[in-house]
């Protein structure tokens, strides 16, 4: 039996008086891989912004298992293990790639806890660019160094917001292919994905949202029997 691990209750958010979420509610199960997908402006970032507490919750509430994180500071959520990797891959242009996931090294009281060694062996590509700035890596690299310097503060949920953008079809397998490898090593993972046939693959669960309301939620083996059931709340694919 699956066990929730996150989990939004009605939660409402804002930009200002502009209401974006309208009471959203999913789980995340442990273990598992959930792919929230929807339009553009659906409120995917706004979601995985609300649940990194970078944007606090104007209604409802987030539970960590069952510590309620809503009305936590982003620092105190990172600390009990939800990290986010942004979508737009931001990385310290003119820190080498070593430092750059050095800076995010955090101890936190983990089974399985990672270290540099341990991420460059589930991206060799950055153990060779070590010394190298990271301004200087390609796309691929630099969204490969995000998701390590994530890794270094040892979460127990990552939230990746659509790290395949506006790369290179080979590099998108790629980092698929690192996505899969950190499911199968326990991790918990929420990712925006704008491709459907690739979360479907990854994902345990898929969540549709479209302006600000859970659309569709099922499970993978759900969507695969009858597809149509999560596309034609897409509209885009
Ligand atoms: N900083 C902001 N200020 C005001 N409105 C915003 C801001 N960021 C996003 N929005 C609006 O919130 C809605 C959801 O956006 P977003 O969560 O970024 O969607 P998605 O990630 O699904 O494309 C959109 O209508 C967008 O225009
Ligand atoms: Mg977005």
Redesign the pocket.
């Known amino acids: 039996m699956a066990t929730e691990l996150l989990s939004l209750r009605n939660v409402h958010a804002h930009?200002?008086s502009?209401h974006?979420l309208h009471g959203v509610s999913f789980s995340l199960q442990e273990g598992q891989l959930l792919a929230l997908l929807?339009?553009?402006?659906?409120?995917?970032?706004?979601?995985?912004?609300t649940l990194a507490g970078l944007l606090p919750a104007s209604g409802g509430e987030i539970f960590l298992r069952d510590k309620r994180t809503s009305n936590l500071s982003p620092e105190a959520i990172a600390r009990q293990g939800i990290r986010l990797v942004p979508?737009g891959r931001r990385v310290f242009k003119n820190l080498s790639v070593q430092e750059n996931l050095e800076v995010a090294a955090q101890r936190r009281d983990t089974a399985a806890p990672w270290s540099l060694g341990r991420v460059y062996q589930m991206f060799p590509q950055l153990q060779s660019r070590a010394t190298q700035r990271a301004g200087t890596l390609s796309g691929g690299e630099q969204q490969m160094l995000v998701i390590g310097r994530a890794l270094m503060g040892n979460p127990n949920v990552l939230l990746l917001?659509?790290p395949s953008e506006g790369l290179a079809p080979l590099i998108v397998q790629e980092v698929n292919e690192s996505i899969r490898k950190l499911k199968n090593e326990g991790l918990s993972i929420i990712l925006?994905e704008q491709n459907f046939s690739v979360a479907q693959e990854l994902a345990d669960q898929l969540v549709v949202?479209n302006i600000?309301q859970v659309a569709f939620n099922g499970s993978s083996e759900q969507v695969r029997a009858d597809p149509e059931l999560a596309t034609r709340h897409l509209g885009i694919f």
Not at 41 to 49: E, S, V
């Open positions: 930009y200002g502009s974006v929807g339009r553009n402006g659906a409120g995917k970032t706004t979601t995985m912004l979508q917001d659509e925006v949202l600000g």
